[in-house]
């Protein structure tokens, strides 16, 4: 027998709930609101929820201080797309093989890829440098979207989403028919892990588009530039820094991971109901 919920716990949670909702709003509000405002409004009052009139001032401001938000956009949807492309297939594909084909060191080999989770970005991007400038890869896009490859957080997000919702008997007869393993894995296993995919390819392509330290110390190039890169160049003379162009610029960086975001929300919604579903 179901248990009967009281109203005044009800009404308790949905409050929580409004808070919550209300303080992760607010942060993406103010950024938008301050950007049609002016520096000396921002200075005054920082914080503040009614739009002012400096939007296409500020817009004006942020071109001229070369900031050029269409190259950038361009440069950093070119690098978090093939990413994001590369983290989910590959590792999506490194899962498949832990969890289908039974071989003596599957278990040491994910064993490995749990131990390299734990090493910190940070802690190889000296010799991750000096190896990509010897084979002249720096201003190089690519030098930033093969090392996607590599992904042991996804792989053990995908292993665990395999282990639940890929039934073993679905690839086993699709070998009896004739499929190949790629063409069972591209056209059988891939459109299983949609939910999982769309999840990780939010989160990858968040990563990406947000990354900064890579991307700063690799390309030296004014061209190259990501739209991180560009907004973290956003200064004002010496008298004086225009804050209400520099949240423009924060602006159209956090937009597209909004665009991404409510495209793929649809599929993590699947996904958390198929894992209820399961449980």
Not at 226 to 239: A, E, F, N, Q
Request: aromatic letters at 14%; hydrophobic letters at 50%.
């Amino acid at each position: 027998m179901k248990k009967k919920v009281s109203k005044g716990f009800l009404a308790f949670v949905y409050v929580v709930c409004a808070i919550l909702t209300v303080l992760s709003i607010m942060p993406f509000l103010i950024m938008v609101v301050n950007a049609t405002r002016s520096t000396t409004q921002i200075q005054q009052h920082a914080i503040s929820v009614i739009p002012s009139t400096y939007l296409l001032k500020n817009f004006q401001i942020l071109t001229g201080k070369s900031f050029n938000p269409m190259r950038g956009f361009l440069n950093s949807l070119i690098i978090s797309t093939g990413a994001t492309a590369c983290t989910v297939y590959f590792s999506s594909l490194t899962a498949y093989a832990l969890v289908v084909y039974n071989w003596k060191l599957r278990q040491p080999f994910f064993t490995f890829i749990m131990a390299v989770m734990m090493i910190p970005s940070q802690v190889v991007s000296i010799g991750f440098y000096q190896f990509m400038y010897r084979i002249h890869m720096t201003n190089n896009f690519l030098a930033l979207i093969l090392p996607a490859v590599a992904a042991p957080t996804t792989v053990f997000f995908m292993r665990q989403f395999m282990l639940s919702s890929l039934p073993l008997e679905v690839v086993q007869s699709a070998r009896v028919d004739g499929s190949g393993e790629f063409h069972t894995f591209n056209h059988i296993v891939l459109p299983i892990l949609k939910p999982a995919i769309a999840t990780q390819a939010i989160f990858s392509f968040v990563n990406s588009w947000n990354n900064l330290f890579l991307p700063l110390i690799l390309l030296t190039r004014q061209e190259k530039y990501t739209m991180p890169i560009m907004v973290s160049l956003l200064k004002g003379d010496i008298y004086k820094t225009e804050y209400g162009a520099i949240y423009m610029g924060l602006t159209l960086t956090v937009l597209p991971l909004f665009v991404v975001y409510f495209l793929l929300s649809k599929y993590i919604i699947a996904g958390v109901a198929l894992g209820s579903v399961k449980g």
